[in-house]
Structure formats: structure tokens, C-alpha cells
């Protein structure tokens, strides 16, 4: 019989994770996020704790679970305002694009440090001039001898300070017909002719986002992930996690808007009641309450149909839930702003952070045009519009 709850399993999860993040808080993080300092213990805490590498093969040092289990982590992370950019990229789309398709050798090199956060991996396929057409990247790899000589731009590349490798989405000639094909390379951040400088950003957060530069970086034969002429399909695999996750990040962050909202709305009085008797403060908190519980669901849905191996129904329900998930969380943390009234604003009741962090999710992996030009296209059947 199905039924529309979690795995007591994914439930104790979410409770063991939520208990391990609320040692550390918002306060911590925005603290460390505001002297430029990372958060590195909680990152090697929650790896050390098994959480971080959930999704990764037990053989490589892994939990064996699915996607729906480190969405769940995500998720709580950021429920308790410790949201954890870099886990997105690399547990969920390098760990699942090394593991689907990289070798024995390949996993066993990789796979460990991601799965306990020792070997954190960056995921750069956004590049200056294609931005949200990735078809238009010009990041070249050309072959050299056994290896391969790698030339390129990319940009809002996170975490690229704090990862040791990153997989990079670049285009290798094809012997036969000459046309570029993308391919996955794995580039050791202090390979030479690396170079990567840090983006001022506006958000509330201790992972930075980077312009790279990659000029003429020499790589050995097996440091292509996957198949030369596996194309699209190989990138394709990493990009329903991405979604999934960036959906968690979204509802994480929502929730945690809501529940300081609504504390806030219970406590404060300025007429003879707390303003939450009000219903111009109560209903748009019941709308997000609303609106963040229905994106978890599809959240959920994407992750059961991804664990379940339905690529095609994943694909759909990832990019709804992230559409879902990023709207619910910036209009949270929106009327969380206005619950707050001059408090609001300030630093040390910490909402106002929040818009920009929520409004990120709108734009980044995906932005929210391209998912409804691909829901305009793929559920509804309109002409192909861009
Ligand atoms: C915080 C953050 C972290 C990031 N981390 C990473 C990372 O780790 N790795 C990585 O590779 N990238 C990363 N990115 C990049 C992110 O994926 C891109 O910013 C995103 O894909 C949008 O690309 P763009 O910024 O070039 O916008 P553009 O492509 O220039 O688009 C600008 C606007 O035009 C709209 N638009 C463009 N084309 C169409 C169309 N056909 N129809 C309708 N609207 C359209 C877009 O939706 C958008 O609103 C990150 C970005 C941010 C903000």
C-alpha cells in the first residue's frame, strides 16, 4: 500500500541531522559567514557522521542510500539556517555522475573524499558567454598525447576555494566527425594554469562564488569521466540531483524563514494581542506554510521517482519542485521580513539575509523561465520556444 509519508528510516534521518545542526545554529553560520571563514567543521562533522556521502555506494565509502536520503539532509541543514551550498554539488551531482559512470579506478579515487568531506568536488559547467544556453560552451578539451590539454572560462563557480578537484563540463573533439561533444573532466584545483578569483556577492554565506580560468591545463587520460561519446546523457544524469537538492536547499531555508516568523508573530504584542492574531500577519505565514509543504511533496516525488531509475519522470518532477521550492522560499522569507517589522532588517534577527540567499534559487542551477520553457514544452506539449 503506498502511502504519503516518509520511511520511519528518512524520518529518523531527518531528527538525527536536524539534532547535529542545531549544535551549531544560524548564529555560528552567519558569523562565520560575515568574518569570511568557512564552515568546515560542520561540513567534516556531518561527513564524519556518514550523512554526507548517504547517496554514495557503501563500496566507496558511501551510505548506499538514494537522493531522496541526502535531500533530506540538505533540507534539515538548512531548516535550521546552516545551509550547505556545497553539498549539492558534490555529493549530488559529482558523486552520482562519478558513480554512474566512472571506473572502478575512478570511484575509488574520488568517491571516499566526497562521501566524508575530505575531497570536496566543484561542478563548473556556467561559463560567461553561453550562461543558461550550456549548448553554447566553448571550454575546449584537446587530446595530447595520452591526455588531454584543457582551455576555457567558467564563472559563479562555488566552492572552488574549498574543493580539491572540480568536474568540469568542457567539449572534446570528435575524431571521426570533428564536432565538439561535452565531456566530464576532473581538474585538480592547483593544477597548473588553474586559476580561479572569488565574485562579491551579496549573499549571506561562508561558500564564495568563482570566475575560472583555465589556460592550457594539462590532464592525464583518466581524468575524462565517463565515456567520450556518452554526450549529454552523462551530464543529464547529474542534473535531476542537482535540481532535487537545490529544491531541499529551497524548502530548508523556508521552513527555518517560517518558524522564526511565526515565534516572532506569537511573541510580539504592540495592540492588546501578539500581531499573529492578526489575520494581515497569520494568513500570509498559513500561505507559506502551505505553499513550502506542497514543493516538499514534489520535492519528495522527484526523489522517489529518481531512486526508483525513472530518469524521464524524475526530470519533470525535479524542475517542478525546484520551481515550486525557490518560489515558496523567497516569498517565506519575504513575509518573514514583514513579520519582523523594523526587526526585520536588522542583523542579529538575521531574515533579511534571506532574501537574497532564497532569491539565489530562483536563478541558480536552473533559472525559473528555463524550467517553465521546458514545462511549457515537455507537460503541455507548446512549440519549442527558445
Ligand atoms: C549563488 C550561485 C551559485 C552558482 N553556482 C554554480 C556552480 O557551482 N557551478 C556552475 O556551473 N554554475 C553555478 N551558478 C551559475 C548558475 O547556474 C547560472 O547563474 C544560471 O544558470 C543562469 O545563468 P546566467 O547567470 O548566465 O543568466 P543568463 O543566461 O544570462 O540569463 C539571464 C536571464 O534571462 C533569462 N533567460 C535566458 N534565456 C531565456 C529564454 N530562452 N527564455 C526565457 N528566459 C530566458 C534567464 O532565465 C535569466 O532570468 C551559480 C549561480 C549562483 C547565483
Known sequence: MSTFTESEERIELRKQVAKLASKYGRDWFTEKARAGEKTTELWLEIGKAGYLGINIDEEYGGGGGGIGDIA???????????????????????????????????????????????????????????????????????????????????????????????????????????????????????????EFTAIPMEIVSPEQQ????????????????????GGLVQLFAGLNPERIMAASFSTGLARFALERAAAYAKERSVFKDPIGAHQAVAHPLAQSHIEIELARLMTQKASALYDAGDDMGAGEAANMAKYAAAEAACDAADRAVQTHGGNGITQEYGMAGLLVATRAGRIAPVSREMILNFVAMHSLGLPKSY
Open 72 to 194: 533530506a539532509v540538505c533540507e534539515e541543514l538548512a531548516a535550521q539556517g546552516c545551509p550547505l551550498l556545497m553539498m549539492v554539488v558534490s555529493p549530488a551531482i559529482c558523486g552520482t555522475v562519478i558513480g554512474r559512470y566512472g571506473t572502478p579506478e575512478q570511484k575509488q579515487r574520488w568517491l571516499p573524499g566526497i562521501a566524508d568531506g575530505t575531497a570536496t568536488m566543484a561542478f563548473a559547467i556556467t561559463e560567461p558567454d553561453a550562461g543558461t544556453n550550456s549548448h553554447n560552451i566553448t571550454t575546449t578539451a584537446r587530446r595530447d598525447g595520452d591526455g588531454w590539454v584543457l582551455k576555457g572560462q567558467k564563472i559563479y563557480i562555488s566552492g572552488v576555494d574549498e574543493a580539491e578537484n572540480v568536474l568540469v563540463v568542457a567539449r572534446a573533439e570528435d575524431a571521426r566527425t570533428g564536432k565538439l561533444k561535452p565531456c566530464l573532466f576532473v581538474v585538480p584545483t592547483d593544477a597548473d594554469g588553474f
Open 210 to 229: 568563482f570566475q575560472v580560468f583555465i589556460d592550457d591545463v594539462r590532464l592525464p587520460a583518466d581524468a575524462l569521466v565517463g565515456d567520450e561519446d
